[in-house]
Nanobody, 110 residues
């Protein structure tokens, strides 16, 4: 099994936007984005099923959008109206292969 590969993290000012990408090693089914801030446990941010059903943490509803491109075996996380409390390492989870990505840092700071 091969880890999914995340990209798109970086430093952004409060109120800004970022789009994260996660490329899986094969066809995608259940996929998810999770995050872990310093000193805190890893938490679910957003998930998407093979049928396109989505679920979001309350803290990101209305600001983040998860989507998928089955042809590219890729899932995205569009993050708008970013807040300092969104600062964390964001991890992609490939449910069918039970694999975590290496993570990508997102820092929201002025």
């Amino acid at each position: 099994q091969v880890q999914p590969v995340e990209s798109g993290g970086g430093l952004v000012q409060p109120g800004g936007s970022l789009r994260l990408s996660c490329a899986a090693s094969g066809s995608i089914y259940f996929m998810g984005w999770y995050r872990q801030a310093p000193g805190k446990e890893r938490e679910m941010v957003a998930t998407i099923t093979v049928g396109g059903g989505t679920d979001y943490a309350d803290s990101v509803k209305g600001r983040f959008t998860i989507s998928r491109d089955n042809a590219r075996n890729t899932v995205y996380l569009q993050m708008n109206s970013l807040k300092p409390e969104d600062t964390a390492i964001y991890y992609c989870y490939d449910g069918i292969r039970v694999q975590w990505g290496q993570g990508t840092q997102v820092t929201v700071s002025s």
